[in-house]
């Protein structure tokens, strides 16, 4: 025998009845996120990102990345 089990929505609605329109405190509260995130992504904000790619870049070829920079040493020193 296979019981069959009604759940109800888990979920309700946030205007509680009333019209679903946004308050003042809302868009003010979203205002300051809105500002905290443009603070966010300043001047340095892409040499930042810049810095997160050659860290992951760099990161996945541990060995690599020695084995090549070993080699620049190596021809630096002999030219000089």
Not at 38 to 60: E, L, P, S, T
């Amino acid at each position: 025998m296979i019981q069959v089990v009604q759940q109800q929505a888990a979920w309700s609605t946030a205007s509680f009845g009333d019209a679903a329109d946004t308050s003042p405190v809302e868009l003010s509260v979203l205002g300051q996120h809105l500002d905290s995130c443009k603070r966010a992504h300043g001047r340095w904000f892409a040499v930042q990102c810049v810095a997160d790619r050659m860290n992951g870049f760099i990161a996945a070829r541990v060995v690599t990345t020695l084995v090549v920079a070993a080699l620049w040493i190596g021809l630096i020193a002999m030219w000089s």
